[in-house]
Structures are given as structure tokens and as C-alpha cells.
């Protein structure tokens, strides 16, 4: 019953930046994480970026110098903001929504709802 549309997706030249939107509609409330995942060629989807409605924040460890997630709640979105940019960074992004409250927001079952994925790319 939720539905996400991201977008700020594209190319962009190593140490640049990227900000990805993730907007959801629908049934939501704000007790709603959301999430971003994503998935590089022949590697397994990967945990980003997460945020509780409460403002908390978890980012892994590859990103959390360089990346920066915040949520609008009046708004219902979420933002990436991807500075430094690197060539292992290009990736689908994949935004995630977690309709049910859940501890372990850095695992990939936490979560209820997918987005369709917005590619990133990074050129050398």
C-alpha cells in the first residue's frame, strides 16, 4: 500500500556529488523507516543508508564519510546526499520502506516496500 518513486539518479564524474530523492505516497505513516539499498553488477544487494521517523540515522561503514541521509516527514521523503563519489559507488539504488516497526533496519527483510531502482553511474 505504499508506494516509493525515486529520483537524482544519472551520471556523474568521480569526487562529484548525487543527491537521491525517495519519495512515498500511499497508505504511510510516520512510524515508517525507509531505507537505501543498492546492488552493483555481479555483487549482492548491499545496505546504504537507513532513517527512522524519529530522525536516527545508521549508514554503513563504505559510505558513512561521505554520505548523508535525511527525511522530510511532512513531505514523506527521504534524501541521499552522495559527495566524493566513486567508481564503486555506481550502483542501482533501490529506496526501501519498512511499514512495521524493526530493530534491524540494515538487512534487506526489515523491509515492506521497494522502489523501482535508480542507476547510478561514476566515471573514472
Known amino acids: 500500500q505504499v508506494q516509493l518513486v525515486e529520483s537524482g539518479g544519472g551520471l556523474v564524474q568521480a569526487g562529484g556529488s548525487l543527491r537521491l530523492s525517495c519519495a512515498a505516497s500511499?497508505?504511510?505513516?510516520?512510524?515508517?523507516?525507509m531505507g537505501w539499498f543498492r546492488q552493483a553488477p555481479g555483487k549482492e544487494r548491499e545496505f546504504v543508508a537507513a532513517?527512522?521517523?524519529?530522525?536516527?540515522?545508521y549508514l554503513a561503514d563504505s559510505v558513512k564519510a561521505r554520505f548523508t541521509i535525511s527525511r522530510d516527514n511532512a513531505k514523506n521523503t527521504v534524501y541521499l546526499q552522495m559527495n566524493s563519489l566513486k567508481p564503486e559507488d555506481t550502483a542501482v539504488y533501490y529506496c526501501?520502506?519498512?511499514?512495521?516497526?524493526?530493530?534491524?533496519?540494515?538487512?534487506?527483510?526489515?523491509?515492506?516496500?521497494w522502489g523501482q531502482g535508480t542507476q547510478v553511474t561514476v566515471s573514472s
Open positions: 500511499g497508505r504511510t505513516f510516520s512510524s515508517v523507516a
Open positions: 526501501a520502506a519498512a511499514a512495521i516497526g524493526k530493530v534491524l533496519l540494515a538487512q534487506s527483510g526489515s523491509y515492506d516496500y
Open positions: 532513517i527512522r521517523w524519529t530522525g536516527t540515522t
